[in-house]
């Protein structure tokens, strides 16, 4: 290692500390990865390290680093076209919104294309209050929708706790169909589904003659992958069909093949009204978002003006690397080996658990994964509690710390281990990844209570 990559590495990490801010993070103290560049499933450092990329950064590098198809999908474009108003129509636009519909669930056949997750639930709220004349939205408090204004409202995530004062008005939340802990005492072997009972019983406190919609994940994400039981999305969708109300599919972070499905919902049988999504539909290549909606909303708008737009509404060239990134989806068959990796994990967990007391649970569909470290298997302890302040936070750091120290990138919340990798990732690459969650989660062993 010779001096000028040390010094090189310290320039990049000081500039970036210096001259930029960096999210959720006090910022004295941070110690980034100084990133190189990014193959496959591996991130490189300026010294030479590796990184196995566990989380596909934030769950959205699906197809993994360094695909230079979107590269040239992207050059090509640009040297067309880089950008035009949102009012002009571009081939690219119109051949990412035709390959949409034909992977979407029946009857959802129009986009409004976004910048971001957030953009796209934004854009979502308005246009269902828009559509049904009605003001409420009903969310879940485990969920996290985005940090813009109106998304972090309708997420009940804490971090919004900090700007509370400025929340969208008119957002109600629901308990989660937490089975693990579930809010209602039930166990799953005599679930009455309380759960859905609970989400109509506040629709009858609130009114449903004003409630425009219900934003549900199709599948939970950074919130803790909570899994919804069976029936559970069933369920809100009838709620939904009895008194009018739209169901928004939030598919940022499930969408795009991460669950071994085109859209989480698809694992349900639900068709929503709308999917709010983005992440995946580049592989976080470029910033792109994308609002589906179904025909029956499209066509109100046929003579209704949509006050709706963005100045980067279909980039032209971000349009390209979506195109492209679904085609490869497609052809490297991402989605039916996210769906066989995830599976394998499934197997490997079950071994794993039985040598760690630590794991109180291992929720996971697909590739989208999360362990739950506790300090009592019996209690549900958790290894740090929910919303945790920096000195609840001390094993869990170290859990944290060790994963970076051998080699590995990977989303640590709370009590929270997050197993998300890239889609193209191999059997051989999820063992190297779980070797080292092992070696690290032994840290949590040291800490339980008997």
């Avoid at 004295?28 to 100084?34: F, R």
């Avoid at 979107?70 to 051949?95: L, N």
């Avoid at 698809?266 to 929503?272: F, L, M, N, R």
Wanted: aromatic share 8%; proline share 4%.
């Amino acid at each position: 290692m010779d001096t000028n990559t040390i010094s090189e590495s310290a320039q990049v990490i000081s500039d970036n500390l210096d001259y930029t801010l960096f999210s959720w993070s006090k910022q004295k103290g941070l110690n980034p990865i100084a990133v190189e560049r990014a193959e496959g499933v591996y991130l490189y450092d300026y010294n030479g390290k590796r990184y196995l990329d566990f989380s596909s950064g934030l769950m959205n590098v699906n197809i993994g680093h360094g695909n230079q198809r979107v590269t040239q999908a992207v050059v090509k474009q640009m040297q067309e076209v880089s950008y035009v108003t949102p009012s002009c129509a571009t081939k690219v636009r119109g051949e990412l919104g035709k390959k949409l519909a034909s992977i979407t669930p029946k009857g959802m056949n129009k986009t409004l294309f976004t910048v971001c997750g957030a953009s796209s639930i934004d854009n979502a709220i308005k246009l269902a209050r828009l559509y049904t004349g009605r003001h409420k939205i009903i969310a879940r408090y485990r969920a996290f929708h985005g940090a813009s204004y109106g998304a972090m409202t309708t997420g009940g995530d804490p971090r919004k706790l900090a700007s509370d004062a400025q929340q969208m008005p008119n957002v109600v939340h629901v308990e989660d169909p937490y089975c693990y802990r579930c809010p209602f005492g039930q166990k799953a072997e005599s679930c009455e589904q309380l759960c859905i009972a609970h989400v109509q019983r506040v629709v009858e406190f609130e009114g449903p003659e004003n409630i425009a919609a219900i934003v549900m994940e199709g599948e939970s994400g950074s919130s803790g992958c909570i899994k919804y039981p069976p029936g559970y999305l069933k369920g809100i969708r009838a709620i939904c069909d009895k008194y009018g109300i739209l169901l928004i599919a939030d598919e940022v972070m499930s969408g795009f093949g991460r669950t071994g499905k085109w859209f989480g919902v698809d694992y349900h049988g639900v068709i929503p009204d709308m999917i709010a999504t983005a992440k995946g539909i580049t592989a976080g290549y470029l910033p792109l978002g994308a609002l589906i909606v179904s025909d029956k909303i499209a066509k109100h708008f046929d003579d209704h003006v949509l006050w709706l737009g963005l100045t980067y509404s279909a980039h032209p060239v971000s349009c390209a690397a979506a195109l492209e990134t679904l085609q490869i989806y497609e052809d490297e068959n991402l989605i039916e080996n996210c769906a066989e990796m995830g599976r394998y994990i499934d197997q490997r967990m079950e071994e794993i658990k039985q040598r760690h007391p630590s794991i109180g649970d291992f929720r996971n569909t697909g590739l989208l994964g999360c362990i739950e470290l506790v300090k009592n298997r019996t209690t549900k302890e958790p290894m740090a509690p929910f919303n945790a302040k920096p000195n609840e936070m001390e094993i869990m750091n170290k859990v944290a710390a060790r994963i970076k120290e051998l080699g590995m990138y990977a989303f640590v919340r709370w009590n929270y281990v997050f197993i998300a990798p890239p889609l193209s990732i191999t059997r051989e690459q999820v063992d190297e990844g779980l070797a080292i969650i092992e070696d690290a989660i032994s840290i949590a062993d040291q800490h339980i209570i008997p």
